[in-house]
């Protein structure tokens, strides 16, 4: 098989530059919005969120059925899919401008906007993911897609942080900032869903162009290697989504130091291109798991940095800060050309090649971990006291605010160590599995 083409791999970037536009957004400011600006309760919030994503995990498990039953003679399996990319995105308007109506009414409104996005963003991003195991079999080529999908997310958060993320902070109209933000993301958004659908061609054939439930249960069943990483990806989305998620109260209430928000912004950007670009030669030389498994151990350190440090050594801080940054970078970067070997696992198992719903399961551990970093957040602002109303947070608040953006975070991926300890699938086996299921074709 040919090496990916330089358009095929920007083009998938480009799809999780779309992706970003909702999840990043959801992730990195709804938590704010939801407390700062549309004045629900830090608790009901919470709430919010965990439900919210348990429902998207079951909504990512339908889509990944819906996958594994389409096919396409003329587009294939998984690029139609990606031209309703608009959908969520148009719905994302609606979530950042809850309207000021009693409590009762305005949680309501919560409730149903941000269930519709996680609805239509399963339709969209399933298949999306989908995609890297249809493009190649290639470790390389999978780590470079990994990379360009990464990149593409960054590209996003970048901007967030940069741009979005001081403006919050200067007293300004927050409302019509994100009322402008989410209306010219749905409109960039929808121009890249449709040009990674252009530029993405499907070239590794399924075993059967459409699964039975019977079948889908079958290569569940047998794929240890999938389950074992669903696992330790709960573990980590949900540490990852309580740093990002508390990041923006840690720098404002802990630190006071929210000029460092675009600074962090900034680090991400360089730690990503250049993970993106030297990922393949560690993978080369060591394997994903064991790469995979050093990126943890450093966001351990990170976490307990940010936990431990000082005030008076914000420095200190945005190293700890750092560490966490290098280590979800490559655990991400990692994970999608992880997911894609099970794809072949399971096949050379039981013959029958399970894409979409092998996808579905890892987004529905993604989703549960961001629902549970966030919620968790929100728990931690609710016990320890935070009020959106005082310029400077009491002692308990700022502890809150220290264990989710640190200690919480460090618990957790450490714990995700453990369980990648039983993940036996590694790229040596891989390797024998694909040329096996070559010679069978």
């Known amino acids: 098989m040919k090496p990916l083409s330089r358009a095929a791999i920007v083009g998938y970037g480009a799809g999780d530059a779309a992706n970003s536009m909702i999840i990043s957004t959801a992730n990195m400011f709804l938590l704010v919005y939801y407390t700062d600006v549309a004045g629900i309760g830090a608790a009901a919030a919470g709430t919010l969120l965990v439900v919210a994503r348990v ?21 294939g399996k998984f690029r139609p899919f990606l031209i309703f990319g608009f959908i969520p995105l148009v719905l994302g308007v ?3 401008h809850v309207p000021d109506v009693e409590p009762s009414l305005k949680l309501l409104y919560a409730y149903c906007t941000y269930f519709l996005v996680c609805l239509a963003y399963s339709l969209v991003n399933v298949p999306y993911g989908c ?5 190649t079999q290639d470790p390389r080529d999978r780590a470079r897609l990994a990379g360009a999908r990464t990149i593409g997310g960054l590209s996003v958060g970048a901007t967030l942080g940069f741009f979005v993320a001081p403006l919050l902070g200067v007293g300004g109209d927050v409302q019509q900032i994100f009322t402008v ?35 889908t249960i079958e290569a569940l069943r047998v794929n240890s290697p999938l389950v074992v990483l669903c696992l330790a990806s709960v573990l980590l989305v949900t ?27 900034l680090t991400q950007v360089v730690i990503t291109l250049a993970l993106a670009v030297l990922m393949p030669r560690p993978v080369a030389k060591w394997g994903k798991k064991a790469v995979f498994t050093v990126g943890c151990l450093l966001g351990g350190a990170g976490g ?15 190293a700890g800060m750092v560490l966490a940054q290098l280590s979800a970078a490559t655990i991400s970067i990692l994970t999608w050309a ?31 971990g961001m629902g549970f970093g966030g919620g968790l957040v929100a728990f931690a602002l609710a016990w320890g006291g935070y009020s959106s109303s005082v310029q400077e947070q009491a002692a308990p608040a700022l502890t809150a605010i220290r264990a989710a953006a640190g200690l919480l975070p460090a618990a957790l991926v450490l ?23 070559q010679e069978s074709r």
């Open 131 to 135: 995609l890297v195991g249809a493009m």
């Open 338 to 368: 992880l997911i894609a070997d099970t794809v072949e696992y399971g096949e050379w198992k039981t013959g029958v090649r399970v894409q979409g719903i092998n996808y579905a399961l890892l987004a529905a551990t993604r989703k549960l």
């Open 304 to 318: 307990l940095v940010v936990f431990l440090v000082p005030v008076e050594a914000p420095w200190a801080a945005v």
């Open 239 to 265: 540490g990852n989504s309580a740093t990002v998620a508390a990041q923006f109260y840690y720098l404002r209430d802990v630190l006071s130091r929210l000029d460092l928000f675009p600074l962090m912004a």
């Open 415 to 437: 714990a995700a160590v453990v369980i990648m300890s039983w993940y036996r699938l590694t790229d040596q086996k891989h390797a024998e599995l694909v040329a096996g299921l």
């Open 94 to 96: 609606a979530v950042f």
């Open 55 to 75: 429902f998207n995990a079951f909504t990512d498990i339908a889509a990944g059925r819906i996958v594994d039953r389409f096919h396409s003679p003329r587009w």
């Open 181 to 215: 933000m989410t209306l010219v993301f749905a409109v960039l958004g929808s121009g890249l869903y449709v040009f990674t659908g252009i530029a993405c061609r499907e070239r590794v054939a399924g075993s059967v162009p459409k699964i039975t439930w019977r079948q």
